[in-house]
């Protein structure tokens, strides 16, 4: 079997460091004495040699909380899961073989705690929760770690809140946080200051296509067109080359640039995307909604009888539109994280325009609408391309900041429509 970190694709460096910290984890745990070491923190010589050793060298060294920055596709949580298995694994390596690693990546270790915001945030009464829970003692003997995905949507309260525990951690606890970068709007910068930052790279497409073929057994073609077209997000380039759906949503969206005849043919092609979107995230959620909403209403008394599984039913209201109201959130996150997708496709076509403009040795990211491109960067010149890629980075700016996704959709196609 292969190694927790054989599916970290394409990064060789941050591999290394966690392999290092890993060694440095297993060696303070055969010194009972010696805590984590906090980054940046100076050797302790009353902590024995292996703490001492493991903050000798910079970058080697085991520390109680870590930041693994990177673009969406590079792998940040696959890094932050394949760590947490090494540092759980019985020899200290990550063997993937042993009971600690096949749970951790199973998701069913019992030290190991996962937080994937539902909704458009992570609330402070979660983290608090979270950090309470963390505190106690690693059941397994080894360390209670903690997965912040999306570390960048904790509100401030939340954020405070594990600023605090990450101050002053327990002796065994190890927290890992996920975010797309540093920047003071992505994580605070106290936090990050208690960090130790492990930056992870968009993958090259041809270790994308390398591990398609190796782990999923997809035919070398399809995957190195997968991978291109997936612009180095891994899941991504999977689920196009194995899902006929998500093939028929790309080429839809790469056919808006043609459909911009005129104001209403704009407009159209806005509502077209905005409803794609919401398409998608509908079917993906709908399970898991109808999943959930049946499990509470079995666990408050539903289909039971006598007065008083009545009378819990009706005592149980607020709980369903509790539950109502988060899946609502976690509805309006997939489905921008659907627009999102149709949007990073969208920009990969008009910098396909922009290097046919530019006649520059760069392989496009779609081979299937490199004619179209080529024939848009002729109509448009190297500039208006450029416009027109702005605009759908502007548009993905405005939903990021909370502006309604229909009227930033509608003013990038505007732009594209008048170039």
């Known amino acids: 079997m292969a190694d927790v970190f054989a599916d970290l694709v394409g990064q060789d460096e941050a591999v290394a460091t966690l392999r290092r910290a890993a060694a440095s984890a297993a060696a303070l745990l055969s010194a009972p ?26 970058g080697s060294g085991m520390t109680h909380a870590w930041i693994f920055t990177g673009p969406p596709g590079s792998g940040r949580s696959v890094a932050a899961r394949a760590f947490t298995a090494a540092l759980q694994c019985v020899h200290g390596t990550g063997c993937g073989a042993c009971p600690g690693c096949r749970t951790t990546l199973a998701g069913t270790h019992a030290d190991v705690r996962l937080v994937v915001p539902e909704g458009l945030s992570i609330g402070v009464d979660e983290m608090r929760a979270l950090v309470l829970r963390a505190a106690s003692t690693p059941s397994g003997g080894r360390w209670q770690v903690v997965i912040i995905s999306d570390a960048d949507r904790l509100t401030e309260a939340a954020g405070n809140a594990l600023l605090k525990a990450i101050e002053e951690p327990p002796p065994r606890t190890v927290f890992l946080l996920c975010a797309p970068s540093t920047h003071p709007e992505d994580v605070s910068v106290t936090i990050r200051s208690r960090c130790r930052i492990v930056p992870l790279r968009q993958p090259p497409a041809a270790a994308v296509a390398e591990v398609l073929v190796r782990r999923d057994g997809i035919t070398p073609d399809v995957a190195e067109w997968a991978a ?142 490199a004619a179209l491109a080529r024939a848009g960067a002729q109509k448009w010149d190297a500039e208006g391309a450029l416009r027109r890629l702005e605009a759908v980075l502007e548009c993905r700016v405005a939903i990021e900041a909370n502006v309604k996704p229909r009227i930033a959709v509608e003013a990038m196609i505007l732009a594209l429509w008048k170039g």
């Open 228 to 369: 291109a077209a997936a612009q180095g997000h891994v899941g991504r380039a999977r689920r196009l080359a194995r899902d006929p759906e998500a093939r028929g949503r790309r080429d839809a969206v790469l056919a808006v640039p043609r459909r911009l005849t005129g104001v209403g043919a704009a407009f159209d092609a806005a509502s077209a995307l905005i409803e794609a979107a919401e398409a998608e995230a509908a079917a993906s959620v709908a399970e898991i909604d109808e999943a959930e909403r049946a499990a509470l209403q079995t666990a408050l008394g539903a289909g039971g009888t006598g007065r008083g599984a009545a009378g819990a039913m009706r005592g149980a209201a607020g709980q369903l539109k509790d539950l109502e109201k988060r899946q609502k959130s976690r509805a309006t996150r997939t489905q921008r994280d659907a627009l999102d997708r149709a949007l990073v496709d969208l920009a990969g076509f008009y910098r396909d325009a922009l290097v046919s403009a530019l006649r520059a040795p760069v392989a496009p990211v779609h081979t299937d609408t």
């Open 33 to 58: 004495t010696a805590p984590p070491a906090r980054a940046g923190a100076a050797p302790d010589p009353t902590a024995g040699p292996a703490a001492a050793a493991a903050t000798a060298a910079p």
